[in-house]
Structures are given as structure tokens and as C-alpha cells.
């Protein structure tokens, strides 16, 4: 079974830039999240997506960022403009559904570098 | 009080030792806990799923959770120097089904 694929697994741009980040889930999983983990830190939850409906978008700064998951398979985050501080892994993770007992997997994350 | 806490380590064991690991959460009604391998540059690898009291065993590794006292352990028997990464305890609480992480404790395995 294919894991989390997510692109690009790098990505350096300048700061005021735009840029996004794409998410293709587990086949057969229903519910998609999207987390950010700074250095020494446990990753945090940005959004989360059950189907093609945000349920929980509370933490996603949404004066600069934004996502989206059309058809409730794949789904991108975008950034614009990008940020100093925005410089972070951004995870994707998948579950068969959005309860308490449904185990997530991340995908290889995107490393972004703002300068 | 943070919400979920762990010994950032590092903590240091022989080969073949047996690693413990600690974690404690803030929230009572946290329902499901979970272990998390992550290796230097790679992304979270779950290892361990717990939701009731008592322990879990695979493999080499035994989860245990003890509500009571708000407290999740791993322990990984016959350690090996791949076991050498960061482990991170993550909880569910509530309703929003959101994964709460710790910083995650750095284990090394001596050969």
C-alpha cells in the first residue's frame, strides 16, 4: 500500500514569495491533515479535512495561508506571501476517518526554507 | 501545564538494554495515545496505538497507559542502535479528534 505522498520534499524561496504545497493521501482515507513542526518541537495541526469539508481550520493563519481539497482526495496548502518565520516542515497526514481511534500516517513532509 | 509533556532527553542505553520512554497529559478526557518514531530528517513513523489501561505488546515494544495517573510509557526491549531517533507521545482529547504532540525524547543506542 502507497503512503502520504507529498511535493516538493524541498524548497527555498525569498520572503514576500508565494508558494504551495501539495498532498496526495492514502488510498481509501477520508480524512486529511495538515501539520507544521518547527525544530525540536512535536508537530502541530494546521487544518484538517474530512472529505472535501474543512472541519477544523482554528490554527491556520488565514491572513496568509490557505488550503484546499476539491475533490476530497488530494489537497494543497498554499502561503502567500511567505514569511522569515514560516520556515518549518509541512506534514501531511491521512486516516481512514476523522475519529479518536483512527491511527494517522505522515508523508515525507516539505521542508521550506524562506530567506 | 502543558498539555502533553516528555523528557527531551537524550537518553543513552546500551545495546540490547531495554529503553524507557515517559509521558504525561494534562487533559483527563484525552481517549487515544500514540507513539511516534521520527529519525533524524524523516518524517513521524507510528509505532504504538493505545486507547484503554494496561499494556500493549509488539514486537519489542510494549506501550503502557495508566489513566489514573494521566501517564503513557514505551518501552523498547533489546534495544538496538537503529531504535536511535526521537520518540513522540501524541494524544487525543476531546471532540476535534486534533493530535496533540509532545517535543518528543531523543533515545541513543550504544553499541
Known amino acids: 500500500e502507497a503512503g502520504v505522498v507529498q511535493s516538493p520534499r524541498y524548497k527555498i524561496i525569498e520572503k514576500k514569495q508565494p508558494v504551495a504545497f501539495w498532498c496526495n493521501p492514502i488510498?481509501?482515507?477520508?480524512?486529511l491533515y495538515w501539520y507544521l513542526q518547527n525544530l525540536g518541537q512535536g508537530p502541530e495541526l494546521l487544518i484538517r479535512?474530512?472529505?472535501?469539508?474543512?472541519?477544523?481550520d482554528s490554527q491556520l493563519p488565514k491572513d496568509r495561508f490557505s488550503a484546499e481539497r476539491l475533490k476530497g482526495v488530494d489537497s494543497t496548502l498554499k502561503i502567500q506571501p511567505a514569511e522569515l518565520g514560516d520556515s518549518a516542515v509541512y506534514l501531511c497526514?491521512?486516516?481512514?476517518?476523522?475519529?479518536?481511534?483512527?491511527?494517522?500516517?505522515f508523508g515525507p513532509g516539505t521542508r521550506l526554507t524562506v530567506l | 501545564q502543558k498539555e502533553v509533556e516528555q523528557n527531551s532527553g537524550p537518553l543513552s542505553v546500551p545495546e540490547g538494554a531495554i529503553a524507557s520512554l515517559n509521558c504525561t497529559y494534562s487533559?483527563?478526557?484525552?481517549?487515544?495515545f500514540f507513539w511516534y518514531r521520527q529519525y533524524s530528517g524523516k518524517s513521524p513513523e507510528l509505532i504504538m496505538s493505545?486507547?484503554?489501561?494496561g499494556d500493549k505488546e509488539d514486537g519489542r515494544f510494549t506501550a503502557q497507559l495508566n489513566k489514573a495517573s494521566q501517564y503513557v510509557s514505551l518501552l523498547i526491549r533489546d534495544s538496538q542502535p537503529s531504535d536511535s531517533a526521537t520518540y513522540l507521545c501524541?494524544?487525543?482529547?476531546?471532540?476535534?479528534?486534533?493530535?496533540?504532540f509532545g517535543k518528543g525524547t531523543l533515545l541513543t543506542v550504544n553499541p
Open positions: 493505545i486507547y484503554s489501561n
Open positions: 488510498s481509501g482515507h477520508n480524512t
Open positions: 479535512y474530512e472529505n472535501e469539508e474543512a472541519v477544523d
Open positions: 497526514a491521512s486516516s481512514l476517518g476523522g475519529d479518536s481511534y483512527n491511527e494517522q500516517f
Open positions: 487533559d483527563r478526557v484525552s481517549q487515544s
Open positions: 501524541a494524544v487525543i482529547r476531546g471532540s476535534n479528534y486534533k493530535l496533540t
